[in-house]
């Protein structure tokens, strides 16, 4: 059989133009028409061709660089200023322009606040497009690794161990320089003494402000190289880093709004995020869905009380577990007289609220009619007697889980895993992000949104095809700025 052998000698020569280094029908193209079509003044990235001193690349062209080297998993500025000098879809979509990679660095880190905005117009565009409709909207979270080590991550308790350790090393090299002090010959050096001496004091007071920022900023834990990050647990094991959260349309399944959070659980962040997408989305949605990791009263009644269908399953839905004899539930709850009523027929009047959990407090009336009851060990083993919590929105709760169990709403839930697994899938394995780049929670989001844009992008291309998505860019970006560049009138040529 005849073998095809490559000859590196062989005289070729290029297109001769950097025009003709893609086809017409390259993706690079799309990634550039999308930059081409965003608003750069809106974004807050100033083109100013007179100012004096060094001439400064394009910030659309830098733009365009990052967008298009995040959605193939090239983050990196080291690798991003490599593949402009290599790669020919790199090299046509900057033009030429090879910034080393401080540049593309220095770019990424003073346009956080852009890169974030970036993603509003890219939904922007989407709802132009009809691709967005906004009526269900999904929300989920994802635990990444932040620019930082978890061994940089403290708390009181290791504080203290430090602190502990460095204490008895101090005592231990100030024994040994009394012992060495009563030798009358063969005395060493004091020299690596002190600095033994030095070196524990040193770690001692650098631990003691560790735990004096730790408490001024009312944190369980502090992490010393990204001080906005949270010690997170996840499949992939315990690390410093971010919840990242993102909120997915029903329609086409594309981002609406994205978010990165220092904390390591979802509650709380239903009403957040939701109200996120409605400021981007410009109206309130008909329906919220999430898992049960969203499942805190308090914050569903938020997003309830403004007329949206919440569709989220409590804990005890999600864990499946069967109600015991003497579970609350079997109780029964007189609304007008505020208590319950025990299976055995007594009755537990209000005690008290409790404000950290927002949650009232029944018991019995006499401690000594639990004790004598013929339940008592199976019901409670508390010698004061049986106590049931009620939350303060507990009718809202019970309201969320019969809509929930509804037909209709499980047929919504079902879209779940459909519509916004994949986009973590998609991030983690396609893109292989293990980690965020940037330190500090503006920069985990200024990650965040670019990673929803490429992901946006990509979906677009799969709903239009290229040919329609360039031209509606196009329609775009014409009627939205007067005067278009000749690099982007130049795509459709």
Not at 18 to 33: K, N, T
Not at 145 to 150: F, V
């Amino acid at each position: 059989m005849a073998i095809r052998e490559g000859n590196r000698r062989q005289l070729e020569l290029l297109p001769p133009s950097i025009e003709q280094y893609v086809a017409e029908d390259a993706p690079v193209r799309a990634y550039d028409a999308f930059v081409e079509a965003l608003d750069l003044k809106e974004l807050g990235i100033e083109i100013d061709p007179t100012k004096e001193g060094n001439p400064a690349y394009d910030p659309r062209a830098m733009l365009k660089l990052l967008v298009y080297g995040y959605s193939y998993g090239v983050r990196s500025s080291r690798k991003l200023e490599r593949e402009v000098y290599y790669n020919l879809s790199f090299i046509w979509l900057m033009g030429g322009l090879k910034p080393d990679h401080k540049t593309i660095a220095e770019f990424r880190r003073q346009n956080k606040e852009a890169l974030k905005l970036a993603l509003r117009q890219c939904v922007r565009m989407c709802l132009k497009l009809d691709l967005i409709a906004g009526n269900t909207l999904f929300v989920d979270g994802s635990k990444i690794r932040g620019n930082a080590s978890i061994k940089n991550t403290w708390d009181e308790d290791k504080c203290q161990k430090v602190i502990a350790k460095a204490e008895r090393k101090i005592e231990a090299v100030i024994k040994e320089a009394e012992a060495l002090d009563e030798e009358e010959d063969g005395q060493p050096s004091m020299v690596a003494i002190k600095k033994s001496l030095e070196d524990a004091r040193d770690i001692r007071q650098r631990v003691e402000r560790i735990m004096e920022e730790l408490k001024q900023s009312d944190k369980n834990n502090l992490n010393t190289v990204d001080k906005e990050c949270a010690r997170i647990n996840s499949i992939h094991g315990t690390g410093a880093g971010y919840n990242a959260q993102v909120v997915v349309d029903d329609k086409n399944g594309l981002i609406v709004s994205c978010d990165a959070v220092s904390s390591n659980t979802d509650l709380g962040q239903f009403s957040v995020q939701i109200d996120q997408a409605k400021e981007i989305l410009g109206k309130a949605c008909q329906n919220g869905v999430a898992d049960s990791g969203y499942a805190y009263t308090d914050d569903l009644a938020k997003i309830a009380g403004q007329g949206i269908k919440v569709i989220v399953p409590t804990q005890r839905f999600a864990s499946g577990r069967k109600l015991g004899e003497y579970d609350k539930q079997n109780f029964a709850y007189d609304a007008a007289k505020d208590c319950y009523t025990c299976t055995q027929g007594e009755v537990l009047k209000y005690g008290w609220l409790d404000r950290k959990n927002n949650t009232r407090i029944y018991m019995i009336a006499k401690e000594e009619t639990c004790r004598k009851c013929p339940a008592f060990g199976k019901c409670t083993t508390a010698l004061s007697g049986r106590k049931v919590m009620r939350l303060v929105e507990e009718e809202l709760r019970d309201g969320l889980e019969k809509e929930y169990i509804l037909p209709d709403n499980q047929a919504i839930y079902k879209k779940r895993q459909q519509k916004i697994e994949l986009i973590f899938g998609h991030i983690r394995r396609n893109l292989g992000v293990s980690s965020f780049l940037l330190r500090g929670r503006e920069g985990a989001r200024a990650e965040m949104s670019l990673l929803s844009i490429c992901f946006n992008i990509t979906r677009m291309l799969s709903l239009l095809g290229f040919a329609k998505l360039i031209a509606k860019l196009k329609e775009i970006f014409c009627s939205e700025n007067s005067i278009p560049s000749l690099q982007f009138l130049a795509i459709s040529t």
